[in-house]
């Protein structure tokens, strides 16, 4: 018994060691979709998937702080790789997303503690993550590593801008200091997008494309898109500040534009997914960065949903009703995925199947 204990500890250990730093996705589509379903009244299963993202987020969290303090080479390594390191950035918005949802309860205290975590963090990570892996990076040319994950840089920043916009018309005498923050925030997003987009473009334009390198994670190219829509959407609605009056206009229409963008990003993907699993044959199997799937598609029903209803377009809204329920399908295969592979690997200790590259220098 002793030695089977020792073995599954082992085999724990590894798992925490080998934890990707984009685990935070889990937490960031489980909570969207609570999301969607509070806007769409279904408050009870809202609160059901509020708790999971809660626990998510309370064992990732406690998961991560492990890594770091046993496994400080493991982390320092994802710092420095370009093809991993801004998938640290799904702790600022996964943290966001709880942020939000919380703030849709009326518990405006966890929401401004959550979100000022994350505003943090968004500073560091942002300063840190782009020289530790960009600018620190001794192989050149670093675009030929830019990949999908280079997007949840924006996600974050978006993210921060929800979160913010959000609790701004709940904040009395701070209603000014968070209308600045949602707008910069959100300014800064998308620049930062039309940054990802370019070099992401060189990476696929200059550099060998297999079908290996298109990863999951580039679904977050159109989960920003949706993000800075939901954002957009949230600023139209904040309360009246001199930075929220002055922001409106801008942030509707620019709303409507990312959200066209995202709608024809939609059916590129998919190709893609066929491009590279049909024609292709590339095995599909569990990997974390698959809840980067699933996080884009909630996303841009949320996005529908709150354009639709800021802007008065029923369309736009019953185009992100429905997707809601696709979401929601692919949540569900992920989640078994997911369940099969902790168990086969860690409980019954199965070897691993190799992780799937992010995309590598050609």
């Known amino acids: 018994m002793n030695g089977e204990a020792a073995t599954l500890g082992s085999r724990v250990s590894a798992a925490v060691e080998s934890l990707t730093p984009g685990y935070f996705a889990l937490v960031m589509a489980t909570g969207i979709l609570s999301t969607g379903l509070w806007l769409q009244g279904h408050r009870t299963w809202s609160g059901a998937f509020l708790v999971a993202t809660a626990l998510a987020w309370v064992t990732l969290a406690a998961l991560s702080l492990a890594r770091l ?201 998919v190709a893609a997914g066929w491009w590279r699993h049909v024609r292709h044959r590339v095995p599909l199997r569990y990997e974390a960065t698959w809840w980067s799937i699933v996080f884009p598609l909630g996303m841009y029903a949320v996005a529908g949903l709150y354009l639709g209803q800021a802007d008065h377009l029923p369309l736009v809204r019953a185009v992100g009703a429905g997707e809601l329920w696709v979401a929601l399908a692919v949540w569900v295969a992920v989640l078994l995925a997911m369940a099969r592979h902790l168990v086969r690997t860690v409980l019954l200790g199965e070897p691993r199947a190799p992780a799937e590259p992010v995309g590598r220098p050609a």
């Open 69 to 269: 303090l046993w496994f400080r080479a493991a982390v320092a390594d994802d710092f420095a790789d370009p093809r991993r390191a801004f998938g640290f950035f799904t702790l600022v918005a996964g943290t966001d997303v709880l942020a939000a949802r919380l703030g849709l309860d009326g518990r405006f205290g966890l929401t401004a503690v959550l979100l000022s975590v994350a505003g943090a963090l968004w500073l560091v990570l942002g300063y840190v993550v782009p020289w530790t892996a960009v600018l620190g990076h001794s192989t050149r040319p670093v675009v030929a590593t830019a990949n999908g994950t280079w997007f949840i840089w924006v996600v974050a920043s978006q993210s921060v801008a929800v979160a913010a916009a959000g609790l701004e018309p709940h904040a009395g005498a701070a209603q000014r200091e968070l209308a600045v923050l949602a707008v910069v925030s959100w300014s800064v997003g998308i620049f930062l997008y039309a940054a990802a987009g370019v070099l992401v473009a060189l990476r696929m334009m200059l550099y060998e494309l297999r079908p290996e390198d298109l990863t999951p994670p580039y679904w977050v190219a159109m989960g920003a898109c949706s993000i800075t829509v939901v954002a957009g959407a949230r600023i139209v609605g904040m309360a009246d500040t001199p930075m929220a009056t002055a922001m409106r206009g801008l942030a509707g229409g620019t709303a409507i534009v990312f959200w066209s963008f995202a709608s024809w990003l939609i059916p590129v993907l």
